[in-house]
């Protein structure tokens, strides 16, 4: 009897999933990989940082997900290795897998860009580990600040892409509606947020109308913006700009840039820009045809954003190309269906910039940047208790505004 197709996905994001999710219906073998037991919807991390949703909230067990299929087998393990040669990865336990094709969606990890001090003293929300201990310092922060052990707890967000933008406006609106009801004991000069950005403008990838109305949105609601302003140190207790400015910061919250992880380089694959592997249009390794990257890893010729869309939409090929390459028919090349892109600023002002060049910002985009958001989460219990926290928190009574010292 003939051995059934052995894929390994390794990597259990948006792209990992998908692509398990289309191996799946193929009958082939899927073992999924990755060094969590759970799943994180990364999109709403910054939500878990200010409290504002719980951890189970955004993460689904890996497990759960798999056990949808029965050619489907998970395995928790951290990849250390790649053996193209071997058609083999290793694990950091030393276990391993032999597989006849391999989908590498392990996603990157956060950029210093070499800015001295900011590995050591900035925070970054790249994982639900970083959001959940983001979440227990403000918290400590605040708390001090109360009960006078500190003067005050001033947050500096730096990076004014999606993710800057939408967590300096959380921190601002859980500064101004919030806190008067949690810690009644701090002055509202005692906290504030600056969102650092080196353009003059914030969400670089959408159009100006939306970048301005965008900007408005954050001043309004308190964020100080320091725009065209490139960091040239981070301190335990301030920020420094490169005109020599010193920005006071409690917490300083890096949302700037991403790039490959070191070990990429060991693997034997070949690599571009910011470390991301070099793909043929197919999204698979020349050299090692049975090799596909989807997701934030994947580099040339065509590297898109490193976005949940994009993501999604290479893993689900990667997965095609698999399946018909079992069946021996050819790969074809990856092409890529721009939904448009959205961030959200706040409370009913969101911005939405649709690949056809219509745009929107306000209420309309904000209803439907929520309901977009927990139509992709994992399992039926995360959406309601997603939708239900938005709600609660946004339009719900003010006292039920949630508290960062729970």
């Given amino acids: 009897m003939a051995q ?21 219906r193929t009958g082939v073998l899927v073992t999924l990989v990755d060094r969590n037991a759970y799943a994180t919807f990364q999109p709403l991390l910054y939500q878990v940082a200010t409290a504002g949703m719980g951890a189970s909230d955004v993460s689904y067990p890996v497990r759960t997900f798999a056990a949808r299929w029965p050619n489907v087998r998970t395995r928790k393990a951290v990849l250390s290795k790649v053996l193209p040669g071997e058609r083999r990865v290793e694990f950091e336990d030393g276990s391993g897998l032999d597989y006849d094709y391999l989908v590498i969606a392990t ?32 918290g400590r922060l605040l708390e001090e600040t109360a009960t006078g052990r500190r ?21 601002a609106e859980l500064r101004r509606r919030t806190l008067p009801l949690t810690f009644p004991e701090i002055r509202p000069d005692q906290t504030s947020v600056t969102l650092v950005e080196r353009f003059d403008y914030v969400l670089s990838p959408y ?19 320091r725009l065209g302003s490139t960091v040239a140190a981070v301190e ?35 690599q571009g820009k ?27 010729p065509a590297p898109q954003a490193q976005l949940a869309q994009p993501a999604i939409q290479m893993g689900e090929h ?14 074809a090349p990856f ?16 911005v939405l910039q649709l690949p056809n060049g219509l745009t929107a910002h306000g209420l309309a985009a904000w209803l439907a940047w929520i309901f977009i958001h927990v139509r992709y989460l994992l399992g039926g219990r995360n959406r309601m208790n997603v939708l239900i926290n938005f709600f609660w928190r946004y339009a719900g009574p003010p006292h039920s505004a949630a508290s960062v010292s729970q």
Wanted: charged share 20%; aromatic share 4%; hydrophobic share 45%.
């Fill in 107 to 138: 996603g990157v990890t956060t950029n210093w860009l070499g800015v001295e001090g900011a590995q050591e003293n900035a925070h970054p929300i790249y994982s639900l580990r970083d959001a959940t201990e983001m979440r227990d310092r403000l």
């Fill in 236 to 270: 335990p207790d301030a920020v420094v700009l490169s005109d020599g400015t010193r920005l006071p910061s409690d917490l300083t919250v890096w949302a700037l840039g991403v790039a490959a992880p070191q070990q990429v380089a060991d693997w034997g694959l070949p």
């Fill in 4 to 24: 059934r197709t052995r894929v390994v996905v390794v990597g259990a994001g948006f792209a990992g999933l998908a692509a398990t999710r289309t191996l799946a």
């Fill in 151 to 171: 003067e005050g707890t001033h947050v500096v967000v730096v990076g004014a892409g999606a993710t800057g933008v939408e967590m300096a406006g959380t921190l």
């Fill in 335 to 350: 092409r890529y269906r721009d939904p448009g892109i959205m961030a959200t600023v706040g409370k009913a002002e969101a």
């Fill in 274 to 300: 910011g470390g991301r592997i070099v793909l043929t249009e197919a999204l698979n390794v020349a050299e090692h045809p049975e090799i596909f990257v989807a997701g934030d890893l994947a580099g040339p």
């Fill in 318 to 331: 990667a997965g095609r190309q698999i399946a018909a390459a079992v069946q021996g028919r050819p790969a």
């Fill in 207 to 225: 159009k100006p109308r939306l970048r301005s109305a965008a900007a408005r949105a954050l001043s309004k609601r308190g964020v100080r913006l």
